[in-house]
């Protein structure tokens, strides 16, 4: 549950940024 909450936030705040 908190693996997929991290990532999910930080999607929000910076797109493909922290992705890519």
Request: net charge positive; proline share 10%; glycine share 10%.
């Amino acid at each position: 549950m908190g693996k997929g909450t991290k990532p999910n936030l930080s999607f929000k705040s910076k797109p493909t940024k922290e992705k890519v």
